[in-house]
């Protein structure tokens, strides 16, 4: 059974990917000066991990939503009014919710390609390598990822999901086995709020990690210090200014790993794809690392005994302040600001590292203290983030309350044109653009505001305008919009348009707005008159008789500009 070697299929990749991610980084000047921050404000902010002590408003209730899930709705809102921090935290970190499994959804008749190896409406999760295939399977398992953060049970499952992928990540393209994608997914799944050494050695010897970084070829002849090197700079250790390994650590910690490989039966049959450890492939000598791992030998095991040099090297890298507090940082630059000052280094980041090696690398601790401190609620905190395009594209879809896929055949079709306008914006789900995850969540010196430029803030204004206006195109021949009437008798007032302009700003931008951005968008819903009651009366008429279509036109025709008016904002981009 022959292998498969990362990027082996690119060549494939074109028939398949609808709209190619654009290079974000184009032109963008990556020096920086340690002491500049992108947003001065964040240099300001003393608080830490002390618990918040604070009144919590809606606008904390939103915040925290948006942060732990893809935007936030008036119902999850209102779910979490009254209760205490610690109850809504509790609840938040205790949902966990079975997915069901992608499903062949990509048979073309028309075109006679029909997958003889899966069935039409049965899952392919464990279906055997088919060249001519795995693209499509590929394309509907992204489709079956946005499904899931659509979906009526998404949680912050899906956002933790999110967070490893990023992390931790697989290219799909390059991998091009389907099944072995949905299995690193189901490990992301299975490990989001888990142990994080238990998480890293799940990865090691995953069967897509081992072809996305080569790790399956890496063996006592050929020595490949593909996985070795990235295990410490980018997963586990990282840059920081104490991170001391040397060269001489990757080395050796590629020797540990030789002899774990896929079983490449496994992939061109039906199954689970597998991997396992070869002991002939196993590199026997002593691995002698430096003093940054206090000079750490780890003797050299024949037989199966090989195995087990993994373990001692994982133990080896999380015994050291840097790997606790490498996870702390990347916790705090994904749920928290996208960069880290002096301040936070010293109140957040390392008391947070402490708590994380005090639980043995459990995740589930560190959340709960972060998600309740008084860091976390800051003002400058609130709206200190850039949305990714999946905040912003699913977040709206989310609140707008879209239609979602009426089946799991349907979902390829349904969600793919989602997928691609996101890849557009430079995030296409399953694919960052390197091993160290997408760029504006690690870039200084301008981090997330790489997500924005003079292309990707136009197709986000499209994507808005049209669940707004003309619908989301969802194929050629099938568009889709938001129900702006049903979605408006959900709000509080709706009557009232000074609150029903703040609830809607609440919910879907980022920072509070300024009187006179209230009164710009305002006057489109009194259609350019003074008094308020230009809006109270067409909406209680309308609401007195919903089924006269003039009344409902008015409305609408009021609502559409408005709304187009506050997401064209720039703290529309903002959470």
């Given at each position: 059974?022959?292998?498969?070697?990362?990027?082996?299929?690119?060549?494939?990749?074109?028939?398949?990917?609808?709209?190619?991610?654009?290079?974000?980084?184009?032109?963008?000047?990556?020096?920086?000066?340690?002491?500049?921050?992108?947003?001065?404000?964040?240099?300001?902010?003393?608080?830490?991990?002390?618990?918040?002590?604070?009144?919590?408003?809606?606008?904390?209730?939103?915040?925290?939503?948006?942060?732990?899930?893809?935007?936030?709705?008036?119902?999850?809102?209102?779910?979490?009014?009254?209760?205490?921090?610690?109850?809504?935290?509790?609840?938040?970190?205790?949902?966990?919710?079975?997915?069901?499994?992608?499903?062949?959804?990509?048979?073309?008749?028309?075109?006679?390609?029909?997958?003889?190896?899966?069935?039409?409406?049965?899952?392919?999760?464990?279906?055997?390598?088919?060249?001519?295939?795995?693209?499509?399977?590929?394309?509907?398992?992204?489709?079956?990822?946005?499904?899931?953060?659509?979906?009526?049970?998404?949680?912050?499952?899906?956002?933790?999901?999110?967070?490893?992928?990023?992390?931790?990540?697989?290219?799909?393209?390059?991998?091009?086995?389907?099944?072995?994608?949905?299995?690193?997914?189901?490990?992301?799944?299975?490990?989001?709020?888990?142990?994080?050494?238990?998480?890293?050695?799940?990865?090691?010897?995953?069967?897509?990690?081992?072809?996305?970084?080569?790790?399956?070829?890496?063996?006592?002849?050929?020595?490949?210090?593909?996985?070795?090197?990235?295990?410490?700079?980018?997963f586990c250790i990282g840059k920081g200014k104490d991170a001391g390994y040397?060269?001489?650590?990757?080395?050796?910690?590629?020797?540990?790993?030789?002899?774990?490989?896929?079983?490449?039966?496994?992939?061109?049959?039906?199954?689970?794809?597998?991997?396992?450890?070869?002991?002939?492939?196993?590199?026997?000598?002593?691995?002698?690392?430096?003093?940054?791992?206090?000079?750490?030998?780890?003797?050299?095991?024949?037989?199966?005994?090989?195995?087990?040099?993994?373990?001692?090297?994982?133990?080896?890298?999380?015994?050291?302040?840097?790997?606790?507090?490498?996870?702390?940082?990347k916790l705090y630059t994904f749920f928290v600001a996208s960069e880290i000052?002096?301040?936070?280094?010293?109140?957040?980041?390392?008391?947070?590292?402490?708590?994380?090696?005090?639980?043995?690398?459990?995740?589930?601790?560190?959340?709960?203290?972060?998600?309740?401190?008084?860091?976390?609620?800051?003002?400058?905190?609130?709206?200190?983030?850039?949305?990714?395009?999946?905040?912003?594209?699913?977040?709206?879809?989310?609140?707008?309350?879209?239609?979602?896929?009426?089946?799991?055949?349907?979902?390829?079709?349904?969600?793919?044109?989602?997928?691609?306008?996101?890849?557009?914006?430079?995030?296409?789900?399953?694919?960052?653009?390197?091993?160290?995850?997408?760029?504006?969540?690690?870039?200084?010196?301008?981090?997330?505001?790489?997500?924005?430029?003079?292309?990707?803030?136009?197709?986000?204004?499209?994507?808005?305008?049209?669940?707004?206006?003309?619908?989301?195109?969802?194929?050629?021949?099938?568009?889709?919009?938001?129900?702006?009437?049903?979605?408006?008798?959900?709000?509080?007032?709706?009557?009232?348009?000074?609150?029903?302009?703040?609830?809607?700003?609440?919910?879907?931008?980022?920072?509070?707005?300024?009187?006179?951005?209230?009164?710009?968008?305002?006057?489109?819903?009194?259609?350019?008159?003074?008094?308020?009651?230009?809006?109270?009366?067409?909406?209680?008429?309308?609401m007195a008789s919903p089924n006269d279509q003039e009344s409902a036109t008015?409305?609408?025709?009021?609502?559409?500009?408005?709304?187009?008016?506050?997401?064209?904002?720039?703290?529309?981009?903002?959470?």
């Amino acid at each position: 059974m022959f292998p498969i070697r990362p990027g082996q299929y690119r060549h494939l990749q074109p028939q398949y990917q609808k709209v190619a991610p654009p290079d974000l980084t184009s032109g963008l000047d990556f020096s920086s000066d340690p002491e500049v921050y992108s947003n001065a404000r964040l240099k300001y902010i003393e608080a830490g991990l002390e618990p918040y002590s604070g009144e919590l408003t809606d606008a904390h209730l939103v915040h925290f939503l948006k942060r732990t899930r893809f935007g936030a709705t008036l119902e999850e809102l209102r779910g979490l009014r009254g209760k205490s921090l610690d109850i809504i935290i509790s609840g938040s970190l205790a949902s966990f919710t079975p997915f069901t499994e992608p499903v062949n959804n990509y048979n073309k008749v028309s075109e006679n390609k029909i997958d003889p190896d899966v069935p039409l409406g049965e899952t392919f999760v464990q279906a055997k390598f088919n060249q001519e295939f795995e693209g499509d399977r590929i394309v509907a398992l992204k489709a079956w990822m946005i499904g899931r953060i659509l979906g009526p049970s998404s949680g912050i499952q899906e956002k933790m999901v999110l967070f490893w992928w990023n992390f931790l990540p697989i290219k799909m393209w390059q991998v091009f086995v389907a099944k072995s994608c949905y299995r690193y997914i189901n490990m992301l799944h299975s490990n989001a709020l888990g142990n994080f050494k238990t998480m890293i050695r799940d990865l090691t010897i995953d069967p897509a990690m081992l072809v996305f970084l080569s790790g399956a070829f890496n063996n006592k002849e050929t020595p490949d210090e593909n996985f070795a090197r990235e295990l410490q700079e980018l997963f586990c250790i990282g840059k920081g200014k104490d991170a001391g390994y040397k060269e001489q650590d990757v080395q050796s910690a590629a020797r540990v790993l030789t002899g774990w490989t896929v079983n490449w039966e496994s992939i061109h049959s039906d199954g689970e794809p597998e991997s396992y450890f070869n002991p002939e492939m196993h590199h026997l000598g002593n691995k002698q690392f430096s003093s940054f791992y206090g000079n750490k030998v780890i003797t050299g095991k024949a037989g199966e005994e090989g195995a087990g040099e993994l373990d001692e090297m994982l133990d080896m890298i999380f015994a050291t302040n840097e790997s606790a507090k490498h996870l702390a940082r990347k916790l705090y630059t994904f749920f928290v600001a996208s960069e880290i000052t002096e301040l936070a280094e010293a109140n957040v980041i390392t008391p947070l590292a402490a708590i994380i090696r005090q639980n043995n690398y459990d995740i589930l601790p560190a959340l709960r203290v972060l998600f309740s401190s008084a860091h976390f609620y800051h003002p400058e905190i609130i709206g200190a983030l850039i949305k990714s395009p999946f905040d912003f594209i699913l977040g709206l879809w989310r609140n707008f309350d879209m239609p979602v896929a009426e089946s799991a055949m349907a979902e390829k079709d349904f969600y793919s044109a989602i997928l691609w306008d996101m890849s557009g914006m430079g995030m296409e789900a399953g694919d960052p653009p390197n091993v160290a995850g997408w760029t504006p969540y690690y870039q200084a010196p301008q981090y997330d505001k790489i997500w924005i430029n003079t292309h990707t803030i136009l197709k986000r204004a499209i994507g808005s305008d049209s669940m707004i206006f003309w619908g989301y195109w969802i194929s050629s021949s099938v568009n889709v919009e938001a129900d702006l009437l049903a979605y408006v008798k959900g709000f509080t007032v709706p009557e009232d348009p000074n609150l029903l302009i703040k609830e809607f700003a609440l919910i879907n931008l980022g920072l509070e707005l300024s009187q006179t951005q209230i009164d710009l968008a305002k006057k489109i819903l009194l259609n350019g008159q003074d008094q308020d009651y230009y809006w109270s009366g067409a909406w209680l008429t309308y609401m007195a008789s919903p089924n006269d279509q003039e009344s409902a036109t008015i409305v609408t025709n009021r609502l559409k500009p408005a709304f187009q008016l506050l997401l064209q904002m720039g703290e529309a981009q903002l959470m």
